[in-house]
């Protein structure tokens, strides 16, 4: 079981949470110029690295908001959680 | 190749069983072939086996980091069916049901395929609208396929709770008679036994570290025993596919989730064919071994651990007590992970890609074992063709920029 910092309401267990995915995903400032490849980029390719993985969580069942953790995918193990909008392009 | 037969086993046993020759060479990697696959689960295993037996390409090498069937092939609960909803897919699957129904004697290795039938369980108005839908989907395009309801279903499996207070009441299911399950490592060992007979090289024990690509064209792979030369290359590494197509510079529509499974102490005999539900979202069937096989969902996060967290285990366990009480006091005997390849369409990629000679096979994320003769084909035709097989056309890597997804998340209730 994950023990995942909420910067909101501290370390709770991981079914407190929902995941959201990758993070640092910015919808693109000038939709019109994309290319279908540059959109098929954005909606599905992901990094998916092996390693560290910079992630949405949502503290869903606490205070509901969303902030960054920084991961292991191998290991697991939790580097740190983050607030959103103090790490711009970081999202 | 010696071909096992019954009088090979009386033979063997009276020797003590001392002289069976190994099932597969261990191959030394040589410095060029037509064809390399990289990964040496079933399906990667399958692709080398048709390219040598089908398209008579027999210079061709497996390359495996680790030992055969251990990724995904070896850690899968098994179960093998072919009523998906859309078209492109069950079509696809149905061609690898119909290789499974040939395959022991194709390969003379038992792969122990029992078509038991697969029942896949309704629990609200919802669910049997959906499961209608599939039924009729599915007939249309020649697959069997039929809807029963929850009396015929507990006259089936009488240790099934039908009963109409239980939290998510069981209304009906699909059944497909002609689905059920195989034995994993068999297929493995199958696969790997009869491509090495027809002159394919299977090389464990070696990792690709990187993929040479010279003027937009492969020219062979990086290795942990050297560079091995190439004019084709085949990636088939299921949960590791984006870190080996990133080696070529791809980016990939897939994300990478650990997916559990779980067996119990073995019990007499109890269930006799293999029962899912989406909706409490749990599957079980009995290995010949007495065990139940039992799995469920992904574990939510990205994960390439080939482990995954309790609150999962604990969900598994819930659904199967719903739907069979009398295995609340049953104890588990092992549990495991495996990494799973998922795509946004949960539809597998099957295709060439921007570099010339370089081919995917990747995104069958938590029910690509069914496919896995099935796969082999149509990638073997695609790689020796240049040209995917009408089969697996709609499973470009493609279909993610021109919109033409095949969605079958839902659809197919559970994902095995
Ligand atoms: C717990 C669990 C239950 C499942 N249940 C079912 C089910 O009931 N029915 C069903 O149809 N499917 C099921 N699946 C899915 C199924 O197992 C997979 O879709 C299928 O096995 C994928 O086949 P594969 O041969 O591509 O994968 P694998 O057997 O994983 O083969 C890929 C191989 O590539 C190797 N590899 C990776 N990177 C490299 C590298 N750099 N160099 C060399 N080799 C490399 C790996 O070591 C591995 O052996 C389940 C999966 C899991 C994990
Ligand atoms: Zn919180």
Redesign the pocket.
């Known amino acids: 079981m994950l023990l995942i910092e909420c910067p909101w309401c501290g370390e709770r267990a991981e079914t407190e949470f929902s995941y959201g995915g990758e993070a640092g995903i910015e919808r693109p400032a000038e939709p019109d110029t994309l290319t279908d490849a540059e959109w098929a980029d954005y909606l599905f390719c992901r990094s998916n690295p092996r390693g560290p993985h910079k992630e949405l969580w949502n503290h869903a069942q606490g205070c509901r908001r969303w902030f960054g953790v920084e991961r292991d995918t191998v290991t697991y193990r939790i580097e740190r959680s983050y607030l959103l909008h103090e790490s711009q392009g970081d999202m | 190749m010696k071909r096992y037969s019954a009088l090979g086993l009386l033979r063997n046993a009276l020797s003590h069983n001392r002289n069976w020759p190994e099932a597969w060479r261990s191959a030394e990697p040589k410095k060029h072939y037509d064809a390399i696959i990289?990964?040496?689960?079933?399906?990667?295993l399958a692709t080398a086996y048709y390219l040598a037996k089908v398209h008579g390409m027999r210079n061709v090498a497996v390359?495996?980091?680790?030992w055969i069937?251990?990724?995904?092939?070896?850690?899968?609960?098994?179960?093998?069916r072919s009523n998906y909803l859309w078209t492109e897919a069950s079509l696809l699957y149905e061609k690898s049901i119909q290789l499974w129904e040939g395959l022991s004697q194709d390969l003379n290795y038992n792969v122990m395929f029992s078509q038991r039938g697969v029942y896949n369980i309704g629990h609200s108005l919802q669910d049997m609208r959906d499961i209608e839908r599939r039924v009729n989907a599915n007939r249309l395009v020649g697959i069997d396929a039929e809807v029963v309801d929850a009396a015929q279903i507990k006259k089936a499996i009488p240790h099934i709770n039908t009963s109409a207070t239980a939290r998510y009441p069981i209304l009906g299911a699909s059944l497909q008679r002609r689905a059920g399950v195989a034995r994993h490592d068999a297929v493995a060992w199958g696969f790997a036994r009869a491509a090495d007979a027809l002159g394919v090289d299977i090389i464990e024990q070696?990792?690709?570290?990187g993929i040479d690509v010279e003027g937009g064209k492969v020219v062979g792979v990086q290795?942990s025993r050297g560079r091995i030369g190439a004019d084709k290359i085949g990636v088939?590494?299921?949960?590791?596919a984006s870190?080996?197509a990133a080696m070529a510079g791809l980016r990939l529509p897939i994300e990478s989730h650990p997916?559990?499974?779980f067996v119990s102490e073995p019990l007499k005999p109890v269930l006799d064919t293999v029962v899912m539900s989406g909706a409490v979202h749990g599957y079980i069937s009995q290995s010949d071994k007495g065990e139940l096989v039992i799995?469920a969902g992904i574990d939510a996060y990205n994960g390439y651990g080939q482990r995954g967290s309790f609150p999962t285990i604990e969900h598994t366990m819930q659904a199967i007590i719903e739907l069979f009480p009398i295995f609340s006091r049953v104890r588990m005997l092992r549990l495991?992970?495996?990494?799973?390849d998922v795509c946004p369409d949960a539809c597998p990629i099957l295709s060439k890609t921007p570099i010339d000679g370089l081919f995917l096979?990747?995104g069958?994320?938590?029910?690509?074992?069914?496919?896995?003769p099935g796969s082999g084909w149509v990638f073997a035709h695609t790689i020796a063709n240049d040209e995917p097989h009408e089969l697996n056309a709609p499973f470009s890597l493609e279909r993610f920029t021109s919109g033409a997804l095949i969605d079958e998340h839902g659809a197919a209730a559970v994902a095995?």
């Open positions: 990289v990964g040496g689960g079933g399906h990667g390359l495996e980091k680790g069937g251990g990724g995904n092939t070896g850690r899968n609960t098994t179960i093998v070696c990792e690709v570290t290795s088939v590494v299921a949960g590791n870190v080996v997916l559990q499974a799995g495991w992970g495996g990494i799973v096979n990747c069958w994320g938590t029910g690509g074992f069914k496919a896995t095995h």
